[in-house]
């Protein structure tokens, strides 16, 4: 079993930059290929961003060059560096964890989730 908490989350203006963890427990987190997906009102939830156990990183097209997925083994930490903030990055943000994927862009392939993280893009 893992727990995820996710944190970070809140309001920002457009342009603005917000920083989400993820903390996991339960199993090693070395060994854990970790996503960043969101769900917004009305939509199905999407992949965001990946990081395999080995550091390998993956990207949604529309936040390529805007955020960044990170990770720190020592504390059992992932993070999502959301810079240049746009409305349409208003959602709930989901850390999602696996020790095996085949494909990273599917929600269906990872076996734990944290609870979600409201982030709110808006004037």
């Known amino acids: 079993q893992v727990q995820l908490v996710e944190s970070g989350g809140g309001l920002v203006q457009p342009g603005g930059s917000l920083r989400l963890s993820c903390a996991a427990s339960?199993?090693?987190?070395?060994?854990?290929?970790m996503g960043w997906f969101r769900q917004a009102p009305g939509k199905e939830r999407e992949f965001v961003a990946h990081i395999t156990w080995r550091g390998r990183i993956y990207y949604a097209d529309s936040v390529s060059g805007r955020f960044t997925i990170s990770r720190d083994n020592a504390k059992n930490t992932v993070y999502l560096q959301m810079n240049s903030l746009k409305p349409e990055d208003t959602a709930v943000y989901y850390c999602?964890?696996?020790?095996?994927?085949?494909?990273?862009?599917?929600?269906?392939?990872?076996?734990?989730w944290g609870q979600g993280t409201q982030v709110t893009v808006s004037s």
């Open positions: 339960g199993r090693t987190f070395g060994m854990l290929n």
């Open positions: 999602a964890a696996d020790p095996g994927i085949n494909s990273y862009r599917d929600s269906a392939e990872y076996d734990y």
